[in-house]
């Protein structure tokens, strides 16, 4: 009996030990599943609980605007209006007028009648759930209305359908500075330019009401305060660019792409000493408040690709083989290096063999010998091929990569492009004989004009940069300045480096490829490139041959404050050479800038810049309108004998002489005269030039080939019969002298 006993107890103790260990289990499960809950799953909870008692209500803050340097507004939040549903009042407003708290479709058609949104999307509004699937509380329908259409929804007295304060972003001068200022998208964030570059400092903080709610119809608890948190405005940012240099960029870029019926045009106008961009414009271009409409006119395999082409700026974002534009780079290394000076001499029979690479200059024929600074002038290729490999490729890549090529400028736009620099170790002699006369490397176009700008700056290196400042204003109204852009700098090359290719690229434009530049009574400096396009899907040039033309030129010489670049892509008139497309437009721009700035040349420099005129032929006319046409040319007249008719002259019709040179014009009885003329010098001319000029001294010309003239048929000087004939042998290939 006591064994029984015993056993019993054995038994008993066994199963309160299997009991004891379920509860534990069960105890540690429970705990287990209360952690998860509380810890791993509180956020959505937390989410869940919130959507279940608070409705909550978005109040946007207003966007700061975007300011050209002087004040001028370029974007701004125009106050319009949005139409929100608090779903809870709306459900209990058709609740309480037709026992049915679902019954959306007894308001849907008068708000969509009032709004003009079609009755679908109401629906899809008035019906709106939370990802849990319970009915939210809020949905908004509509954003950026007018006040006609807010008005007639307000009109209708639905309770729960609100109609409050929105902002929409609003551009004034519409397609005005489009690729610098960027757009933004229904929600107001920064889709390109300036608006995505500063999209936080521009945005601000919204504002939020939030309002409790009960659990039995979901309406408002009464005795309860909505929390209101006020929106915080964006600050406004205020750019580098002047609102009438951009104008005048504006307009040079169109006269360029229509007068080439080139596929895009691009100007920039930059701040020598300072990196600020005060212009920058890409002509095709597009209407921010309208920004996807016109994509259609764009390369693209998809609607986005069009889209993205459109919004594209050349200027940041394209690296391209700019050509002899480049050749300032190469000039700097070398007399930076000591191996390039005045006295040095480059010979140039029309092409350089190298290692077996036969490589032309643009002037077939050659420009025989010449000083450092004619290389320049002249922008030969084979004398850059010399200079190349006098410097070598280490040493040369060395000043490429100083002067901020193969890296981002670091401008203040999205989207640029760093380049490609080949590397040292990959260079091949070829390689280096290109690149020094600027093929084979690719630069973005900001990128080379902080470069080109450093030559201007006395050797100087300064990052571009277009945002000025950024601010707010106070409670009390006045403006606070809360940060500035503070550009890095860096030497690059000495001052007297700066110096020297400075006085050559004056020499480009006074005698070479950009006379077409010049601006009477005004120094300038600078340099043409034309390059023929690479195809990004082969990696080689297009075999239907495209070219990019470029000038880049800085002024007043002596001492740069301005400094300009006009790029023109794909001229289609069959005249692509930089010297002939890029210059005129050059021309056009620094007047205007000129005149907008005023920034004379100082009086006693103005001698040595005086234009070169060639004297017309004023034989046989009466004497006031031959007086007056030399006149016109700002030529000075001595008059000797008397007559009615213009005789003679001396020197003869044709010589080249500089403005303010003194003609004797001799006078006589009848229109009868001396035939004889002298031929002009009119190398380098383009087509229309030239005629312009030997019908100026009576002289007939025939051209052969396509270009600029490179040789006449009767040599420049000579004396022939007036009527007589001139062929003209037009030069052109892939780099003109350019």
């Known amino acids: 009996m006591k064994n029984k006993k015993f056993t019993d107890k054995g038994i008993m103790r066994k199963r309160m030990n299997i009991v004891m260990i379920f509860i534990a289990v069960l105890f540690f499960l429970l705990i ?39 004040g001028v507004e370029l974007a701004v939040s125009a106050n319009v209006y949005r139409i929100d549903f608090d779903l809870n009042a709306i459900r209990n407003y058709l609740d309480e007028k037709y026992k049915d708290k679902h019954k959306f479709e007894a308001i849907s058609k008068q708000i969509a009648d009032a709004s003009g949104i079609d009755e679908e999307t109401v629906l899809k509004k008035l019906r709106y759930k939370l990802p849990s699937g319970r009915e939210a509380g809020s949905s908004t329908l509509v954003r950026r209305i007018e006040k006609e259409q807010a008005d007639k929804v307000k009109d209708l007295n639905i309770k729960g359908v609100i109609v409050s304060a929105d902002t929409k972003r609003y551009y004034p001068n519409n397609n005005f500075l489009a690729h610098v200022i960027g757009t933004t998208n229904v929600d107001g964030k920064g889709l390109g330019g300036i608006e995505l570059q500063y999209n936080k400092e521009l945005s601000g903080v919204p504002g939020v009401r939030i309002a409790e709610l009960n659990g039995y119809k979901n309406s408002e608890l009464p005795y309860t305060v909505s929390s209101f948190t006020d929106p915080v405005d964006g600050s406004n940012v205020t750019l580098t660019i002047d609102e009438k240099m951009q104008e005048f960029a504006e307009q040079a870029a169109q006269i360029a792409l229509d007068n080439n019926k080139a ?37 693209g395999k998809t609607a986005s690709d069009k889209v993205q082409k459109m919004w594209r700026n050349h200027l940041v974002s394209d690296a391209f083989e700019c050509g002899s534009i480049f050749k300032v780079i190469t000039a700097s ?29 643009w002037k077939h024929g050659g420009h025989g010998t010449q000083t450092f600074p004619e290389i320049l002038q002249n922008s030969c ?7 190349g490999k006098a410097i070598g490729k280490e040493k040369l890549n060395k000043y490429i990569e100083d002067f901020g090529f193969g890296k981002k400028s670091g401008i203040d736009l999205p989207g640029e492009a760093k380049g490609i620099v080949k590397a040292t170790d990959k260079i091949t002699d070829v390689d280096l004989a290109t690149i020094a006369f600027g093929q084979t490397d690719a630069v973005n176009p900001t990128q080379y004009m902080a470069a080109f700008c450093a030559v201007g700056n006395n050797g100087v290196w300064t990052q571009p940069h277009i ?7 106070d409670a009390d109204g006045n403006k606070v300045i809360d940060k500035t852009f503070e550009p890095k700098t860096k030497r690059v090359v000495s001052e007297s480096t700066a110096k020297q290719i400075r006085q050559a690229l004056e020499l480009v434009v006074t005698k070479g490829s950009a006379k077409q530049a010049q601006v009477e009574g005004y120094r300038i400096g600078g340099k043409t490139g034309t390059a023929e396009k690479v195809n990004p899907e082969t990696g080689r040039y297009f075999e239907n041959k495209k070219y990019i033309s470029s000038f880049a030129a800085m002024a007043p010489i002596d001492d740069p404050e301005i400094a300009i670049f ?4 794909e001229p289609s008139t069959g005249v692509y050479y930089a010297g002939q497309i890029a210059t005129p437009i050059g021309h056009i721009l620094f007047s205007q800038i000129f005149n907008y700035l005023g920034t ?71 229109s009868n005269y001396n035939k004889d003329v002298v031929v002009p010098d009119v190398t380098g001319y383009t087509k229309p030039q030239a005629q312009q000029v030997f019908n100026s ?5 025939e051209f052969k080939g396509n270009g600029l003239v490179g040789e006449t048929s009767v040599q420049a000087g000579d004396t022939v019969k007036k009527g007589s004939k001139v062929v003209c042998t037009l030069e052109m290939d892939d780099d003109l002298g350019d």
Not at 381 to 387: A, D, E, H, W, Y
Not at 566 to 569: A, G, K, L, P, S
Not at 637 to 661: F, M
Request: hydrophobic share 40%; proline share 4%.
């Open 32 to 70: 287990g599943r209360l952690a998860y809950i509380m810890i791993i799953k509180a956020p959505e909870y937390s989410a869940k609980a919130v959507e279940q008692w608070t409705s909550e209500i978005s109040i946007a803050a207003k966007r700061g605007k975007i300011l050209d340097t002087n």
């Open 263 to 299: 596929k895009s045009a691009s100007v920039m106008i930059m701040s020598v000493k300072t990196g600020e961009i005060l212009a920058m414009t890409n002509k095709p271009d597009f209407n921010p408040n309208t920004p996807y409409e016109g994509a259609d006119k764009f390369d």
């Open 333 to 361: 290394a070398g007399v930076e290096l000591g191996v390039a000076n005045k006295g040095e001499t480059y010979s140039c029979n029309g092409a350089a063999n190298v290692l077996g690479t036969t490589i032309h200059c």
């Open 381 to 387: 290729n084979v004398g850059f091929i010399q200079l």
């Open 467 to 473: 945002m000025k400042e950024i601010s707010h204003i």
């Open 566 to 569: 006009i790029t023109i892509d």
């Open 600 to 670: 004379k040349i100082k009086h006693d420099d103005y001698a040595s810049l005086k234009k070169t005129i060639i004297i017309p032929d004023v034989r046989g006319m009466k004497v006031e309108e031959g007086k007056k046409k030399l006149k016109d040319l700002n030529l000075d007249i001595n008059i000797t004998g008397d007559g009615d008719y213009i005789t003679n002259l001396s020197p003869l019709p044709g010589y080249a002489v500089s403005e303010g040179t003194k003609i004797d014009v001799a006078l006589g009885g009848s």
């Open 697 to 701: 001294v009576g002289l007939t010309a």
